[in-house]
Nanobody, 128 residues
Framework: QTQLVESGGGLVQPGGSLRLSCAASEFALGTSAIGWFRQAPGKEREGVACISGTTGYRNYLVSVEGRFTISRDNAKNTVFLQMNSLQVEDTAVYYC?????????????????????WGQGTQVTVSS
């Protein structure tokens, strides 16, 4: 009975920016930790960032820290991923998902197996 929908992907030049959105259509995000993941061609899916439900805790993949920012607007029932200084290596399908555990109100992981209710993904392509 839960569903997440990603949007905001597209084609951007190296050094450019994109803002991804993850919107909940069937539940409120207010107490849920949400994670962003990505899967590039030929690579395994990796956790990019997560944000806790209520405390503001954030956890970033080292390679994106300082370039990407995860945030949430509970009034809009949406989690965002602002991506700046994009690199070719950031090219991937980006997914959002909900952290399984109630502790997600306070903290979160970037571990794929801790998440469910996956969205359909949005393609990000960084190319000149």
């Amino acid at each position: 009975q839960t569903q997440l929908v990603e949007s905001g992907g597209g084609l951007v030049q190296p050094g450019g920016s994109l803002r991804l959105s993850c919107a909940a259509s069937e539940f409120a995000l207010g107490t849920s930790a949400i994670g962003w993941f990505r899967q590039a061609p030929g690579k395994e899916r990796e956790g990019v960032a997560c944000i806790s439900g209520t405390t503001g805790y954030r956890n970033y993949l080292v390679s994106v820290e300082g370039r990407f920012t995860i945030s949430r607007d509970n009034a809009k029932n949406t989690v965002f991923l602002q991506m700046n200084s994009l690199q070719v290596e950031d090219t991937a399908v980006y997914y959002c998902a909900r952290f399984y555990y109630r502790t997600g109100s306070a903290w979160c992981t970037r571990t794929e197996t801790d998440y469910g209710d996956w969205g359909q993904g949005t393609q990000v392509t960084v190319s000149s």
